[in-house]
């Protein structure tokens, strides 16, 4: 790919050894730190040049009015957007009367690295003012997975060979000017000054900020306070005002000479909290942070990632980008989740304003499968924040005339925000979505507290919107019509085959817990004849197939729609939806991202390995993947049906979309769906693995490019090791007493520091296939 | 109905003799005067209070953003917005020092009458003021069907009982105040100041403003004169402003004694020509309307509308009402109609801003049928407006990706205005719709300089939207797939049975014309391989029918569909697109206005009787009318599979509309394809007329309320007059030597002056029928 920055290829780290000023967005996005509840992009220190300066916090949201040129009844009216909170990260340098620039002067060399497993994101350069005066700069920075509402950075400037007046302005900045957003509908709407300023102040080496959303209400602190370690030459002094807090230290270094300044950032908002309340939040936390010390929170920092990586890491070798990738993705997917707690994991989680900063069934379809494996704890709060939502998605029930809860297509609170029904709305797996990553997260947490409550209720609230939305029609067949399925290139279908495979695991997961739970479901009406209603629904539950072509259609119809002009249609008219009206996509057989593909990776047992292999083929060549959230499907179902090098090439689109910038917006943000995408194309697609009632079975073949695949997996109490070479797979249990698994259909009872091998049949060759013209993935032939 | 003024039943006129405040609005639209051109809305003449002001130029619009929460490719960026152009009705008066305003001071007598004969609105009123000083009022107002840029006062005070000091203003008022729009998305949105001034100037009696539409850029020019009969303490001044001109003029009268004021206002408006030559052409018109006079230009409307009368009167006995609502609506459609000349004729004509102005489908399937057979003139005119706007329709099919021309759901100028596509462009029939109206012109009128040109290019652009826009499937079967039909309450459906027969018949037309002026068409590059491929896929064409149900389903699996819960909705919860999601009314069987019934009514040959009767149940227990399009095409079918009387109540729905405002919507203007239904109504329903290839076919048949019908159809150069009573029919050609037409089947030659009278037979009563709960229409048990 051009224009994208150079990264190394390195097991435990990201290293940009250029800067490149025109693609510095994307950058940022890559280097972004975060926890969960703070996000911080990778801006320069000094603030600018940037693509787009960013601070975010989990929840924290602007509303704006939803313009319609035709509305219609039910269409949201109030929209949501992540907005950039006071910027804690700047540090500006002076050096004799030069602002440190880069983009003046010279840059003698240039790096950054973020480590993986100390969390820190590192840089080093050496700059050369206009006026010929060198400095070093070192900076380290961190958010803290450990002190939720912390983040603190170490900047050291160094004189080079003169003498030099430098000054560091290290600041609290609110309303930040950002850049003006692009035409592309996929990029958040920029709100311009959303913080109202409520209070400020400065004191010895500190500053405090507290502001509040216009229209949303929110109240946001950040404090900050600075230690520092230099020359006697020193002259400090601080400063506040509406939307700026200062502290300003002066020194002369003489050459190699240190100026070291920490600085600790601490975050807090609330919607209810008053301004004393949430003043003393942030202040308090700082207070924490400075008695932890920078030592002290890099030392938490590593530890608590050490832990992580025991129980996390994911070895993979004969292909050193993909092993750098899958770390990298696991990086940031616990960024993005481990301290979320009661709070959405956003589509980019907190790493910029892409798609407004919302959450969508990306979170429980993508990420929770690898979250729940591997830290189970944030997978349960994400459901836990549905949870919290369910008041909101009743009311959106029933003002869509529904029982139950309808889940948001897109949202931050838990309010449906999207204003385009026939492509949210109108997705309603959304509720499927969730009910599984319930279901799925009980099964490997075996967390009974939680499936008797937010399990129970999450199942009971989802049936009942199924049972309500679908009927019996006049044979028998429960259907469930006008709704639209993953594949955006489809909506408002009838009986879209991964709907009502996934409602029908709903309703019978829903049936299952409230017998199980009869006296709390009970308590929330829930009684036998309605369970029984559940069962009947599931059971009778069409799903329409196409007899003359043998293969499943997409939804209702599907197979007898004109086929997209493929052949005429060039490489620049993709994304298509950038290109051609939702008309004529919507009615030609084309797909966007994996759909039914999809619905045979989630709900396997529902069809035949011929129906597989048939469908796999039959979608291959209609799927264009101009959605990021395709390639890690198609993996996994390349995978089974004996594609392993498809497998393989899927693999590393999905694992390269951001390293790459394979859809050429990684600069708004990550795309957290496919980073988990790397993992569920590795674990769920190489290692074949497959949850099906509480038990895991694998299925592991490893395509020629990567000669060892070693995940790690947590379990119930267990960890469970699977470790896969060409020809063998070996299972180890590492904490626990015995877990039966499926190795090939075949029961295996693995216990503890008893490592199991079984040998990997070969698999015969599969027949070709073939992907829409010019939308092959690229081959990875040769691995690096 | 409550809250609607009264109108006495009387054959040739619509009276008021009480006026409420309250419902100003819906009077000012039943009372409006335009000549297609020009239109007035029933304003009173000193201004206010008002409902709406209005003064509109057919074509004169401001462009406005059309805004997206979610925009798509393709979708329309610029809205168009009917605005008030300069109102020239105003008069206002001062009786000594109190103005005339009905909100003040007592109103003794009124009366409004709007005379279909000689095209004048009346009004009388005596007025005491607040000092107790009493005035008579009489005003005669007109917009010339004879001078298309001419309207016209006369106006008359008098004082009653004591000596007065009266003043007039007479105005031309630029940017009118308007009221504040209402939520209702159906109401047009409200423009304030669109209007930006660029010439006014004042001379003796009279005044001109000349402005330009900021954003659209037209130049829109009003001129008045007057011409004064008054005692001799007569003083007269004239001024101009910005946004005003005004003539003013004071007297004293003694009791008795009147003041007579004729106004003459003339109108232009140019999107390319220079602002002197826009004042020239308004200055020219008025130098004609004065040398004309204002009892020349009386004289010359009534002379145009005694033509009209003895060409297009229908004469209905038995029930008065209808008959006042017939002519009623034959005014106003001719008012509509008369001189658009090259331009549209929006759904409310000029009679308001309802629907911003746009021109719909309503034209060529409900406005047209009416027109081509009592004014073709009118219908060719609106046919070549299309014609005009095929660039612009052309430019639209390609940037869907088709070939040929996609018209505009909406639009004033012929750009696509549809801000909701799933009822907006995929609503694709409209291509078909203007087709068969220029295939029924042609027919009606033996144009064949119309049809060689015109028509010619019209039905090949379309006859290619249909061949690219359908493919030919597995089974080789043409199927038409993600489009929207009539009915609102479904969209984005597999081969809709309306729009594919309608298709068909499109293809078919343009082959047979292609055929008839092949060199004509081989120069729009129109081969015989184009031909046949038209051919071919009409001849294909899929028409779904559902075997169990013995039903058409109105597209492909709706009769699968949920039931809608009419049981369930109470009456306050209609119209259900003001009270329901577009998901949930797409999704399940109901019906918002005829869609499978319409193509029962407009390709009646492509079903078999027993069909129509079974179809027509079917639909009926599923139709809510929430449509103002709906009544008069069930009144069609309902007439024809027998049930005269339900064919009764609903031509009575359609004719009554805004005479009772049954949509509580007719302030915001006149339902003008309803006002043209309840022609069809009478005219296709009751008298049975069809139109097959060129020949017109009659199966009379009136229900017990009325008891003779007569209706004069122009065709080619005859007119046939049709006289209906409850056992025969007398068929007269009244110019032209001979006429095939078919009764009940039956080949009759009609031949001039000699009338042909046949029997008519006893139909059998039909099986009762249902309507959803609450939705029946009146029943018209008792008519006047």
Sequence with gaps: MIGHPFYAVEPWSLRETEIDLDVLGQSESVFALGNGHIGWRGNLDEG????????????????RPLPYAEAGYGDPEAGQTVINVTNGKVIRLLVDDAPFDLRYGRVLDHERVLDFRTGLLERRVTWESP????????????????????????????????????????????????????????????????L???????RTAGGLLVHRTAVSGLRIAAAMDHHIQAPPSLNETVESFEDLARYTVTAVLKPGERLRLIKYVTYGWSQVRSEPAVRAQVEGALAGAVRTGWEGLVDQQRTYLDDFWARADVEVEGDAEIQQAVRFALFHVLQAGARAEHRAIPAKGLTGTGYDGHAFWDTETFVLPMLTYIVPQAAGDALRWRYDTLPLAKERARQLGLKGAAFPWRTITGAECSGYWPAGTAAFHIDADIAAAAVRYVGATGDTDFEKTIGLELLIQTARLWRSLGHHDGQGRFRIDGVTGPDEYSAIADNNVYTNLMAQHNLVSA??????????ALESGVDAEEVASWRDAAAAMYIPYDDVLGVHPQAE?????????????????????????????????????????LAMALRGEAFTDEQKSRNFAYYEALTVRDSSLSACTQ?????????????????????????????????DG?????????????????????EHEGTLSFKPRLPSGITRLAVNLSLHASRLRVEITANTVTYQLQDGSSLRILHHDEPIDVTADTPITRPIARIPPAPPLHQPPGRAPLRRDAPQ
Tied chains: 1, 2.
């Excluded at 600018?48 to 509303?63: F, I, T």
């Excluded at 993709?574 to 593909?597: E, M, N, S, T």
């Design 511 to 520: 049936a299952t817990v409230a017998e199980r739970y009869s006296d709390r």
């Design 635 to 667: 993996a996994v179902m390349a995978a089974e049906v004996g594609h392993l090098q498809l497998a393989g090439d899927y693999l590393a689109e999905a694992a390269l979309m951001d390293l790459d910038d394979l859809q050429h917006n990684t600069r």
């Design 196 to 202: 109202v300023p409520e209070e400020n102040s400065s």
């Design 670 to 690: 990550l795309h957290v769906a496919s980073l988990a995408g790397t993992w569920v194309a590795l674990v769920a697609g190489l290692a074949g693995m497959r």
């Design 131 to 194: 006026m010929g005066k060198r400095v070093k700069v070192h900076s380290s920075r961190l958010v803290s997975l450990v002190q939720r509402s912390v983040a603190a950075i170490c900047y050291e400037v160094e004189a080079v060979d003169t003498e030099l007046w430098v000054v560091l302005q290290s600041e609290l900045v609110a309303n930040e000017a950002l850049p003006d957003g692009a035409a592309d509908p996929r990029v958040a709407a920029v709100l311009k000054a959303p």
């Design 48 to 63: 600018e040049p940037h693509g787009l300066p960013g601070a975010y916090l989990n929840g924290v949201y602007e509303s």
């Design 557 to 597: 119809g599907f197979t007898s729609h004109e086929m997209w002009d493929f052949a005429g249609t060039p490489p620049e008219k993709y994304p298509l939806l950038l290109h051609f009206p939702y008309f004529d996509l919507y009615r030609k057989q084309v797909v966007k991202q994996a759909d039914l593909v």
